[in-house]
């Protein structure tokens, strides 16, 4: 038996309301161009948008005419979806709440996840959606999870309940020291004053 070994997500389907909702809150409220639409392939009732959330990949959503918004929040039970993330720079992580607040969109405030800062609120389908920044970049060559793989190594290490700020340190440290080379002989950290 072997495995079926993924490379990244393809997309994320959503069933939608109307067009229009769909075309204003991907769009108007979180900036995804809306890039081609068609029908549903599997069901001629049903529209189906496409968005591209920044990295080229695809956020779909199936429409219906006939379906309205309901902003009641989506079931928390098992099998189902408890939110979408969405990456943001920190720069717009910082002016989010500001544009939410300006739109009267009822939201969490800025959550601290330790490798990472929060926004929660819903979609006018109740879907739970967050907006995420990290609070570090990976070094040269290395991505987010080598950095919080090693991060989480060194948490678990010591003990510490969560990856904090510190563990990401000295987890992007040891990377740099492991993809680059020196002609020092010791590496270690030194004090010149």
Same mark, same amino acid.
């Given at each position: 038996?072997?495995?079926?070994?993924?490379? !990244?997500?393809?997309? %994320?389907?959503?069933? !939608? &309301?109307?067009?229009?909702?769909?075309?204003? #809150?991907?769009? !108007?409220?979180?900036?995804?161009?809306?890039?081609?639409?068609?029908?549903?392939?599997?069901?001629?009732?049903?529209?189906?948008?496409?968005?591209?959330?920044?990295?080229?990949?695809?956020?779909?959503? #199936?429409?219906?005419?006939?379906?309205?918004?309901? &902003?009641?929040?989506?079931?928390?039970?098992?099998?189902?979806?408890?939110?979408? &993330?969405?990456?943001?720079?920190? &720069?717009?992580?910082?002016?989010? %709440?500001? *544009?939410?607040?300006?739109?009267? %969109?009822?939201?969490?405030?800025?959550?601290?996840?330790?490798?990472?800062?929060?926004?929660?609120?819903?979609?006018?389908?109740?879907?739970?959606?967050?907006?995420?920044?990290?609070?570090?970049?990976?070094?040269?060559?290395?991505?987010?999870?080598?950095?919080?793989? *090693?991060?989480?190594?060194?948490? #678990?290490?010591?003990?510490?309940?969560?990856?904090?700020? +510190?563990?990401?340190?000295?987890?992007? +440290?040891?990377?740099?020291?492991?993809?680059?080379?020196?002609?020092?002989?010791?590496?270690?950290?030194?004090?010149?004053?």
């Amino acid at each position: 038996m072997k495995k079926i070994q993924v490379q !990244g997500v393809h997309h %994320i389907t959503i069933n !939608g &309301a109307d067009r229009q909702t769909s075309i204003d #809150f991907w769009e !108007g409220v979180l900036g995804m161009p809306f890039i081609f639409d068609q029908p549903n392939l599997d069901n001629p009732n049903e529209g189906h948008l496409y968005f591209d959330p920044g990295d080229g990949r695809l956020i779909t959503i #199936f429409t219906n005419e006939d379906r309205s918004p309901d &902003a009641t929040p989506t079931p928390n039970r098992s099998g189902s979806v408890h939110h979408l &993330a969405f990456a943001v720079d920190r &720069a717009t992580f910082l002016q989010a %709440i500001k *544009r939410l607040d300006e739109r009267e %969109i009822v939201h969490s405030g800025p959550k601290d996840r330790g490798f990472m800062d929060s926004i929660y609120f819903r979609d006018p389908l109740g879907l739970l959606i967050e907006l995420a920044s990290y609070k570090f970049s990976p070094p040269s060559g290395c991505t987010h999870a080598d950095v919080l793989i *090693r991060a989480h190594q060194l948490r #678990f290490t010591r003990g510490d309940y969560n990856i904090a700020e +510190e563990h990401l340190t000295d987890a992007i +440290e040891e990377l740099v020291k492991q993809r680059q080379g020196s002609l020092s002989d010791d590496r270690g950290p030194k004090s010149p004053y």
